[in-house]
């Protein structure tokens, strides 16, 4: 490394923590009170928690629409919605579910732990954390004015062409969808970046990437994975709408374009987020089973391998969501293969899950039962995976509701149990509370009933012929009984989730004080106070192990990870930089302040996608022009961000 000029050199003080480090901490941390702070804060536990909530708005939106769906399925010949009006349900119920709720709500805890996890401050780009979070929530409320424009998309999720195409599809429905997706996509390869450059270089130094906890790796994984398949998808929408509205030829097959290339672009974009959705919760739920089991997870390097393993694989199996486009045989082959090869390192998980269960003592508690749930909903989902991947198999089941159970064992099962896993494991990190355990439990027994009561009896359903997407169908099909089934379940479920938002509002004012470390787990987050304090770690923790507060009962490592003393980084709001593999410390770097920067991009940004939506290319223009200036405003290096290395703190 050049030699650097002294003001921009410094060496971090090393000492105890005390009270007067924890109030200057304090001080220098401290975000702005009002609505100027609200807006501006960059604080990733706020931003984190932001996330949640509005992933779990977003999951009731898409409930309450799945709802409505079963009552007019609940029985053959329903007239409570029109045909159309079903087409704009299920499109905005999967649109909402997939792309709204399933990655942001794992972001959303990724985003409060990844700095607690890894024993820093923040995120490597707070303002870029900020603007990401902004962007989320414009994009699902840009995507759900289609229903005050009474323009909602109707074309599925999927969004096959030439359904999608102006000639069958002439309204707005589309283009709110296909920009929506398009500013959404911003939000997810910015928050990736975030996530990417936090992992690799803001550890704590001595947390050797095998010291890292899986939850880290799932999110980290994934994140690689949204940076080569979210512009697939960006494009895939780009394109349609240019053939919207400038009458471009991409997929129109009369003007010599290919409905297919859409879905080659979509599905290698959509398959990999299938593992993007489920790989983070896979690592919660590999870091929450050993708590409860009072011992490390069983084969901790295996699951990681795993992890990456399913990421790569999962590039690879796009097309066997076409083997009945009539693609060549030697590629179906190849896909039905590969979909086949990826079952081995999710074994592996589920063994290694088994077997911390097996040689442990587990503790039966609430988190402990979603955990559990979650490996019986993986190997269900599993199962019926490798029945559709078989392609004879396959073309008897397409576009049945037995791949409809599959999508929602897979997506709602796994994502769902590991989501409320993590809800009530780090609840009490979050609000200084904890949640009433029998209230969960009763909670737990509704959606564990509910859920399988819903989608078990869909496999039935499909396998007795009964195809997706139909918004009625005759009487004497044999599919009634099997229907009222997944309608009385989807209640049931939908009861349990009532139950365990009651839980969320009830622990978060009247649950009982949590201690720094309820559920005696061993990771850094439970080092410090319930809810943490603005600034983390009062000193930057020195990490000697994989498990730091379980090292004096199970002698690992080869020192003790120091907690109390260390590197004090109090000469404004500084973090420490290491090495991507050894963790090794290598740099003090400045921390951004607050700012409102990011949200007024935000806003300009969607100004200009809703100017491109109405066609107004003048304000378009201003409007673009206007987000380049917030961001160069953003970036704008004022003196109180402190960025010169060693000034201090006022």
Sequence with gaps: MPQLPAQYTQEPEIG??????????????????????????????????????????????????????????????????????YNELFSMHGITMIFLYALPILSGFSIFLFPLLLGTRDMAFPRLNAFS????????????????????PNAGWFNYPPYSLKQYNPGMNIDFYALGMILLGISTTTGSINFLITFL?????????????????????????????????????????LDRQYGTHFYGVEEGGKPLLWQHLFWLYAHPWVYIIVLPAMGMVSDILPVFCRRPLVGYSLVVLATVTTMILGFGVWVHHMFATGI??????????????????????????????????????????????????????GVSGV?????????????????????????????????????????????GRMMNERLGVI?????????????????WTGLMGMPRRIYTYPAGTGWDLTNMLTTVGSFVM??????????????????????????????LEWSMPSPPPVYNFAVQPMVASRHPLWEDRLGEG???????????????????????????????????????????ATLTMTGFFAALLFHWPYAAGVLGVLTLLCGFFWNWPHAQLEQVAGSQNA
């Design 494 to 523: 939908a009861f349990g989730i009532l139950l365990v938002l009651i839980n969320v509002m009830q622990g978060r004012w009247f649950g009982k004080r949590a201690g720094p470390n309820p559920w005696d787990a061993p990771t």
């Design 558 to 600: 080869t020192g003790r990870t120091a907690l109390d003393r260390g590197p004090m980084l109090d000469k404004g709001k500084q973090q420490l930089i290491t090495s991507m593999f050894d963790s090794e410390p290598l740099l003090v770097s400045k921390v951004a302040s607050d700012s409102l920067w990011p949200f007024f």
């Design 16 to 85: 105890p923590i005390t009270q007067e480090l924890r109030a200057s901490l304090a001080k220098t941390w401290e975000g702005e009170t009002g609505l100027r702070g609200w807006l501006g804060t960059v604080d990733h536990k706020i931003l984190g928690i932001r996330y949640i909530i509005t992933a779990f708005v977003f999951l009731i939106l898409g409930g309450l629409e799945a709802l409505v769906m079963r009552i007019q399925l609940a029985g053959p010949e329903q007239t409570l919605l029109t045909p159309e009006q």
């Design 443 to 459: 909670a737990f027994w509704f959606v564990f009933f509910g859920f399988n009561l819903t989608f078990l009896p869909m496999h």
């Design 201 to 241: 270089r803001l550890r704590a130094p001595g947390m050797s990437l095998n010291r890292t906890p899986v939850m880290l790796w799932g999110t980290t994984t994934i994140s690689v994975g949204n940076l080569l398949a979210v512009p697939a998808v960006s494009l895939a929408f780009f394109l349609l709408w």
């Design 328 to 381: 060549p045989f030697l590629s179906l082959s190849y896909f039905s293969g590969a979909s086949f090869i990826i079952t081995i390192p999710s074994a592996v998980s589920v063994f290694a899950w088994v077997a911390t269960i097996w040689v442990g003592r587990p503790v039966i508690k609430t988190p402990f039962l979603y955990s559990a749930s979650f490996i019986v909903m993986f190997v269900i989902a």
């Design 387 to 431: 029945m559709t991947a078989s392609v004879p198999a396959d073309l008897q089941l397409h576009d049945t509701y037995f791949v409809l159970a599959h999508l929602h064992y897979t997506i709602v099962g796994i994502n769902l149990f590991g989501v409320l896993a993590g809800l009530y494991f780090w609840f009490p990190k979050m609000t």
């Design 133 to 152: 979070y902004w962007v989320f929530l414009f994009s699902g409320l840009f995507i759900y004015a289609s229903f005050l424009a009474g323009a909602v």
